[in-house]
């Protein structure tokens, strides 16, 4: 141990809040295990230092300028990080390289898969690099297809194809892949590429669990990456007090909580970065009103368009739940899906939440917006059986029907059962002897040899 608290391991995080929780998960992890950890982070979005002094941090400028980052086309803004951080990241290295002691030599580079430019510079260096997936393996998979389909000139498929199973991949339908509204197609595929290619990284770590997706991880187009594979997921299991929020959490709806049924609240929330228009925003809110259940939503401030927070909520809609009802901009997730009185989560299926989620025994009800949380819904609602996946434009009493689906119907009550049981299988991935619990020890074998 003493050895390894010598060794200084350099995470690149991507400055968005689904990609920042787990990169820091990941920091504590390897804290625990005695590496010390410096965070290499962009100016956008920076982490709070001051929640982790344990960490050293290093801020690069990412040179994006105000209108780039809100015209939010993220596709471009990605593409231009990878082209921007590059030469600072470089050069912060290089200083880092030169002041550092003999008992503090930097053994590895962690960096997110969307921060590929990492994976260049350290190669340069003669620094081994590690790639943190962030997101499922099937959600890999669906980009590889995606890549496949472009070059046997499927895309872009006609409509009529949308219900119909991917070829390849035929838990998918192609309306589930990945197909990026962002930009030009050209960038698009550009951006897949480099995601997918791990190019001279030596492992590969994956924040899911064997219990989850492991007859994925086994299928022919991971055989092209032969280097070995850490799954460690739930990652926030194994660091559970690591808290990275960039908004602040309101702790009042726990207590709110607390006055509730077990098993009775809905828990609303579209992560951090979905957005509604405001007809989507009455629908939703006259759906939840109607169906009677009480209900915790996170309404995210400028996540509706057009608004600041909730004065574009209908008329009438407040006075009429009253107390059934709790609004908060930012909530302590992962408490508020473990309090007893959440009996079901209305989400958007980014990975982060749907992993939360899991480990919690919640089912759900899918709201997919954009990008992996297409894929994810489709393994929630059927694969692992565990929600129902809201399709069509929202309407509110297609939405009414759903929330009575989950919080109240027999259907609901069976998806909780199989939720249950996924928990279950998933704690003993986590637990000593688990399949994460193994990959976590070898991963850090795997990093004390380099
Ligand atoms: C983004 C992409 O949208 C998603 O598809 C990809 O998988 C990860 O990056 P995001 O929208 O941020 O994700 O969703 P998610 O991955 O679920 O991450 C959100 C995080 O914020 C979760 O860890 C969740 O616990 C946290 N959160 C969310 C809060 O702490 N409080 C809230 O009120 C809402």
Redesign the pocket.
């Known amino acids: 141990m003493d050895s390894q608290r010598c060794r200084r391991v350099v995470l690149v995080s991507c400055p968005?809040?689904?990609?920042i929780?787990p990169m820091l998960q990941l920091g504590t992890i390897l804290s625990s295990k005695g590496f010390s950890i410096t965070i290499v982070h962009t100016q956008l979005n920076s982490p709070k230092p001051s929640k982790h002094p344990e960490f050293d941090f290093q801020p690069i400028p990412e040179g994006l300028s105000k209108q780039e980052i809100a015209c939010g086309n993220l596709v471009d803004i990605i593409l231009a990080l990878n082209e921007r951080c590059r030469i600072p990241f470089q050069k912060r290295l290089i200083q880092m390289m030169l002041q550092q002691e003999s008992h503090d030599e930097i053994t590895c580079i962690i960096y997110d898969d969307l921060m590929y430019f990492s994976e260049e510079v350290a190669n340069r260096l003669n620094i081994p690099s590690i790639v943190l997936r962030?997101?499922s393996v099937a959600?890999l998979l669906s980009r590889l297809a995606i890549l496949q389909l472009k070059d046997e000139g499927y895309i872009p498929f006609p409509d009529a194809m949308s219900q119909d199973q991917v070829p390849d991949f035929r838990t998918l339908r192609f309306k589930d892949l990945p197909i990026c509204e962002f930009g030009t197609p050209k960038n698009f595929y550009q951006l897949l590429a480099h995601v997918c290619d791990i190019k001279t990284s030596s492992a590969v770590i994956w924040n899911t669990m064997d219990c989850l997706e492991e007859s994925l991880l086994a299928e022919q187009q991971l055989k092209q990456f032969p280097i070995p594979i850490f799954t460690i997921g739930p990652m926030?299991k194994f660091a559970p007090a690591c808290s990275s929020?960039l908004?602040k959490?309101d702790s009042s709806c726990i207590e709110w909580l607390d006055k509730q049924d077990p098993n009775s609240v809905l828990y609303i929330?579209?992560?951090?970065?979905?957005s509604t228009d405001e007809k989507e925003l009455a629908e939703m809110a006259w759906g939840l009103a109607n169906s009677k259940q009480p209900f915790l939503w996170?309404i995210?401030p400028g996540s509706t368009l057009g608004s600041e927070w909730i004065e574009s909520l209908p008329e009438g809609f407040m006075e009429t739940v009253r107390e059934r009802g709790c609004i908060?901009k930012?909530?302590?997730?992962?408490d508020v899906l473990a309090h007893p009185s959440v009996g079901g989560f209305w989400?958007?299926?980014?990975?982060?939440?749907?992993l939360?989620t899991i480990s919690e025994g919640v089912p759900m009800i899918c709201r997919p917006?954009?990008?992996?949380?297409m894929v994810?819904a489709r393994f929630v609602s059927h694969v692992w059986r565990i929600g129902l996946q809201l399709e069509n434009q929202l309407e509110r009493n297609e939405i009414e029907r759903a929330v009575r689906r989950l919080m109240v119907d027999e259907e609901g009550e069976e998806m909780r059962k199989r939720a249950e049981d996924l928990k279950e299988k998933v704690e003993a991935c986590f637990k000593k002897g688990g399949s994460s619990y193994n990959s976590l020890s070898k991963l850090v074998e795997f990093m004390s040899s380099q």
């Open positions: 968005f809040q689904g990609h929780n962030t997101s959600s926030h929020s908004l959490e929330s579209l992560g951090s970065m979905a996170v995210r908060v930012w909530a302590p997730q992962r989400t958007h299926c980014g990975w982060n939440s749907t939360e917006c954009f990008a992996d949380q994810n």
